[in-house]
């Protein structure tokens, strides 16, 4: 049973930074993280396939981080130079498909989500 737990959320201002981190029981292929703010879609932001080749939405593309480390079963997120538009829920989730896409609904297993604040 896959089970993903999110945390590190919060508050931070502008051109700041958080990491986002997610536990995990087991993984698929293929890990990511994705975001939703109020009112719009769940969007991709990263990737990561085989634990080595990321792929990121070129809105965070030079800011954000993504990373795996298998010996503490553990996801993260790096984020730097925050933006007010950064603002939402943010979710891991984990896919059998090895393209890593960037569709929320290539995603079978999903944590619960973490939420951050970006002020300006």
């Known amino acids: 049973q896959v089970q993903l737990v999110e945390s590190g959320g919060g508050s931070a201002q502008a051109g700041g930074s958080l990491r986002l981190s997610c536990g995990y029981t087991?993984?698929?292929?293929?890990m990511a993280w994705f975001r939703q703010a109020p009112g719009k879609e769940r969007e991709g932001v990263a990737t990561?396939?085989?634990?080595?080749?990321?792929a990121y939405a070129d809105s965070v593309k030079g800011r954000f981080t993504i990373s795996l480390d298998n010996s503490k079963n553990t996801l993260f997120l790096q984020m730097n130079n925050l933006k007010p538009e950064d603002t939402a829920m943010y979710y891991c989730?984990?896919?059998?498909?090895?393209?890593?896409?960037?569709?929320?609904?290539?995603?079978?297993?999903w944590g619960q989500g973490t939420q951050v604040t970006v002020s300006s």
């Open positions: 087991s993984r698929q292929v293929c």
């Open positions: 989730a984990t896919s059998s498909d090895y393209s890593c896409p960037l569709r929320p609904s290539d995603y079978n297993y």
């Open positions: 990561i396939y085989g634990g080595f080749f990321a």
